[in-house]
C-alpha cells in the first residue's frame, strides 16, 4: 500500500510554484492570508470574500492548477488530506451544523484561481452566497 505521505512529494516538477499565481504567492508568504492550517502538503486560509460566517480555502502547497491535474493516482493521498482536513477544521472553527465544500474547476467550473482550492463553507444562515 502507498505511504499516503509520499504521494504528494512525488508529484512532478511541472506543479513548481508559479510566480504568477496568488495562491503561490500566499503559500511563499509573500501575500498575507488569516491562516486556519498549515503543514507540509496543505495551507488553509479564510477567503478574502467570504459566502458564509465561515469560508475558508484548502489549497496543496503545490502548485497543481485544477481538478484536473491532481486526478493523477499520485495525488490521491493529497487528495484525501484535503478533504478529510475540511470538517476537521470547521469544526475547529465553531462550524457545527454542516458546511459546504466545493471545488470548482476550469471556465465552466468558475474557476477564477488557478490554483486547486477546496472551499469549505458554514455557519448559522442565512449566507450571502450559496
Ligand atoms: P474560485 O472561483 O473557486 O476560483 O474561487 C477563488 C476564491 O479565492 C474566491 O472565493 C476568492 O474570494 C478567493 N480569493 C482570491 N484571492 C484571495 C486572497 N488573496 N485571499 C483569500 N482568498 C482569496
Ligand atoms: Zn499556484
Known sequence: ???P???PSAAPTTHAADPDCIFCKIVAGRIPSRKVHEDEHVLAFHDIAPWAPVHFLIIPKLHI?????AADPRHQALL???LGLAPRLATSLGVVNGFR???NTGPDGH???GHLHLHVMGGPRPWARG
Open 1 to 3: 500500500m502507498t505511504d
Open 5 to 7: 505521505a509520499s504521494a
Open 65 to 69: 492548477p485544477t481538478l484536473y491535474d
Open 80 to 82: 484525501g488530506h484535503m
Open 101 to 103: 465544500s466545493l471545488i
Open 111 to 113: 474557476q477564477e484561481v
